[in-house]
């Protein structure tokens, strides 16, 4: 039946055709999974990193970590999960002195318009989030 109702993280059909896709919160399994992640990111970057011989910089750490704030950040965009937007927030408020030290003002501009965008972003999330106005 179309208009069956399905867990309430997954998809689900209505009558006329839409599909409901919910903005939800992080759960700790999520979480779990998140720091998870997070810390395979920061190993494989790291690695990237030492096997290339890009690890010479005091910013090579910087860089990984906010390479992984970001993979994470996607996953639970993916997820429709709600403070997938602190994450792009915490990544580029980080990115915009990191690039601007390493001399590449415009993209610390981008980082900084980056930043307004999630910003706004979760703000609309939230408020859609607390409507239950959840149909995409």
């Not at 003002?105 to 979760?122: D, E, K, P």
């Amino acid at each position: 039946s179309t208009g069956a109702t399905l867990k309430a993280n997954k998809l689900r059909i209505l009558k006329d055709g839409q599909i409901l896709n919910p903005i939800l919160k992080i759960n700790r399994t999520e979480i779990k999974l998140g720091i998870l992640l997070f810390t395979c990111s920061i190993i494989f970057v790291s690695l990237i990193y030492y096997l290339f011989g890009k690890w010479t910089e005091w910013t090579a750490p910087i860089d990984t970590f906010t390479t992984a704030v970001f993979f994470v950040a996607m996953w639970f965009m993916a997820k429709r999960k709600l403070e997938h937007w602190v994450l792009w927030i915490i990544g580029d408020l980080i990115s915009i002195p990191l690039y601007l030290y390493k001399g590449l003002a415009i993209t610390s501009i981008q980082y900084f318009v980056f930043t307004l965008i999630a910003i706004f972003g979760y703000i609309q999330w939230l408020k859609i989030y607390y409507k239950k106005k959840q149909i995409v």
